[in-house]
């Protein structure tokens, strides 16, 4: 008999707590328990999401609330800062899959040069282990808490990483300009987010020092095995979902295709186009995929890459799914076979 396991979704409410919830239902071997929303304590799902309206979920209720004991795996979705006193609480024998920023840099000065202020559960930051199950799948299998990667950061790892690996590429000359759909800001109110605000513009922002530009340090650097300091500009344009992310690199289209291509030959979520093709963010909507297209650049030994995720799946909520199928020693792609939504 398959066992199951009783998840809860910590931060319900939020984009990314609803991705969880409609991933979650078509999972083989995991159920949902609980959900936790403080502003919606003793609502129904469907009541803030209307499209969950005819399904049979669990009443939102309070983190203080919850029954530790009925638990197996928490799925963390709150904002940062917020998530560290929680999960500090979180009994031992419950896994952990946080889609914050609280756990992602392994240095805590960092996080705190970074953050603004002292990371509040260092003794969790120690043992967390990076969530990009590409590149940290044998350590995700014994972990108890995987911090989830930031969106931008995936979109940006998944081409870099084996290129830097390899040697393939300058590590001195990396351009990452990416564009984001506006759910990667989160679902709280906010004037700048209105519909006259957003639409028929796209704008800058975070220049020079967006947070992810720290994730981006560590994990580069780690892959080429010295510092690396990349460019990264984010940019907001007016779609829902999806992160399109333009990489300017230093190296051999040929060798940078075939470099990624041998990489990737195995990977279900990691899609590499034949050379010369670059995807849209329409051909990864809805579904876990990533998809790389490698481009020669007029200038000879210059390449263009083009990455692509859904910022909600990928890039956050079924990466996390993706991940905690590791850490229960599941069938990785369990939950997450769904084709991208087109049109």
């Known amino acids: 008999m398959t066992t199951i396991t009783r ?19 078509g999972h083989p071997s995991m159920r949902i328990t609980a959900l936790t929303a403080d502003r919606s304590a003793g609502k ?26 009925s638990l197996d795996l928490v799925f963390c979705a709150l904002p940062h800062a917020t998530t560290q006193a929680v999960l500090a609480a979180v009994p031992a024998h419950i896994k952990i899959v946080d889609l914050s920023a609280d756990f992602r840099l392994r240095d805590p000065a960092m996080y705190e040069k970074w953050y603004g202020h002292v990371h509040l559960a260092p003794e969790l930051q120690k043992v967390a282990v990076y969530g990009l199950p590409e590149f940290y799948r044998e350590d995700l299998k014994t972990c108890r808490l995987a911090a989830g990667t930031g969106c931008f950061v995936v979109n940006g790892l998944l081409p870099l990483v084996p290129l830097l690996e390899a040697g393939v590429i300058d590590p001195d000359d990396i351009v990452i ?7 990667g800001a989160g679902r709280s109110a906010a004037e700048w987010k209105l519909f006259s605000e957003i639409t028929e513009g796209a704008k800058a922002y975070g220049i020079g020092g967006h947070r992810h530009t720290s994730e981006f340090d560590q994990e580069l650097s780690k892959a ?34 075939e470099t990624l291509a041998a990489r990737y030959a195995q990977e279900p979520f990691v899609e590499i186009m034949p050379i010369g093709e670059a995807p849209g963010t329409w051909h990864v909507k809805g579904s876990n995929l990533c998809r790389i297209g490698v481009i ?28 905690a199928n590791i850490m229960l020693g599941l069938p990785e792609t369990d939950g997450l076979t769904a084709a991208p939504i087109f049109p």
């Open 7 to 25: 998840v809860a979704i910590l931060g319900a409410s939020g984009y990314t707590g609803a991705e969880l919830v409609r991933i979650l239902l």
């Open 44 to 69: 129904t799902m469907g009541a803030v999401y209307p499209q969950f309206s005819h399904l049979d979920l669990p009443v939102l209720c309070r983190i203080e609330d919850l029954d530790w004991s």
């Open 177 to 183: 300009d990416s564009k984001t759909g506006i759910t």
């Open 224 to 257: 080429a095995g010295k510092p690396v300091m990349a460019a990264f500009t984010p940019h907001l344009v007016p779609m829902n979902r999806g992160i399109l992310g333009t990489i300017y690199v230093k190296g051999d289209a040929g060798l940078v295709h």
């Open 296 to 323: 020669a650049d007029r200038r000879p030994g210059r390449t263009i890459i083009v990455s692509v995720i859904d910022n909600l799946v990928k890039g956050a909520s079924g990466q996390a799914v993706q991940v």
